[in-house]
């Protein structure tokens, strides 16, 4: 129940951004996770915009590339993804230049770079910072990190772990986050399980098959020096995993 579940909180959005652009035109689309806040008290919806299937490589394939910018650039391009297609602009970290590289060649939205983005902020026409809406929003992702800090410590297997700690990003209200977390914190016992980190280069869609090949507690983490990696990725690492295997 809980896989549907956490890849439904996705598509429910898809309906949330299409009316959001509709109306405020205030969707945001990120490769980034550490400005939500500072969104958010511009009064921004923060959503990512990774690719995360190969369903759309039918209908447009790069050569060179991995499967997460494969599949990001696809669906830009044929105008499928919802996310994609709702976004005002795009806010971009530093974690893949070849990413980044892609999506400034394929895309007419503006890009703003995490070093940029204060700046960006300030000088947007009709919109203002507001300070209480930002240590507020500050303290509910500190509220989320530690909920998803506990479960670690639970027998929560390690691929739920890490879709939880991606999908609800896709819910755009921080409370309403705290409470789906904390009612899945409630179904597990604290055991002060020891997790050994599993490294991964964009991670996002491929959890499932990275938990057939770990047998023991762990816990998935973004890396640039990973032991599971994409073919065409620009860190390199043993194995290789693809999108049509999920």
């Given amino acids: 129940f809980m896989k549907i579940k956490l890849e439904d909180l996705r598509r429910e959005a898809y309906v949330d951004a299409i009316y959001a652009k509709m109306e405020n035109d205030n969707v945001v689309g990120v490769f980034s996770d550490k400005f939500d806040a500072l969104l958010i008290s511009y009064g921004f919806i923060v959503y990512p915009i990774i690719g995360l299937d190969s369903y759309v490589f039918d209908y447009y394939k790069l050569e060179n590339v991995c499967d997460p910018i494969n599949s990001t650039i696809a669906y830009l391009k044929t105008k499928k993804c919802p996310l994609i297609y709702s976004s005002k602009f795009f806010v971009l970290d530093d974690y893949c230049k070849k990413f980044n590289e892609y999506l400034e060649k394929n895309t007419d939205k503006k890009i703003v770079y995490e070093k940029d983005l204060k700046n960006f902020l300030e000088n947007l ?6 300070e209480k809406i930002y240590f507020e929003s500050l303290g509910k992702i500190e509220k989320i990190n530690q909920i998803l800090k506990d479960l670690q410590e639970s ?8 879709k939880l700690e991606f999908y609800i990003r896709f819910i755009k209200n921080l409370d309403d986050r705290i409470s789906f977390l904390l009612e899945i914190k409630s179904k597990y016992k604290k055991k002060n399980i020891k997790r050994k980190i599993i490294k991964a280069t964009c991670p996002f869609a491929i959890s499932d ?18 032991d599971f990696t994409f073919k065409n990725c620009i860190y390199k690492a043993d194995k290789i995993l693809t999108y049509e295997e999920i």
Avoid at 155 to 162: A, E, N, P, Q, V
Avoid at 215 to 220: D, L, R, S, T, V
Wanted: no cysteine.
């Fill in 125 to 130: 026409d009709n919109r203002n910072f507001d």
């Fill in 155 to 162: 027998d929560i297997s390690g691929t739920l772990l890490f």
């Fill in 209 to 226: 098959i990275i938990d057939k090949k770990v047998y023991e507690n762990y816990k998935i983490s973004k890396s640039k020096n990973p």
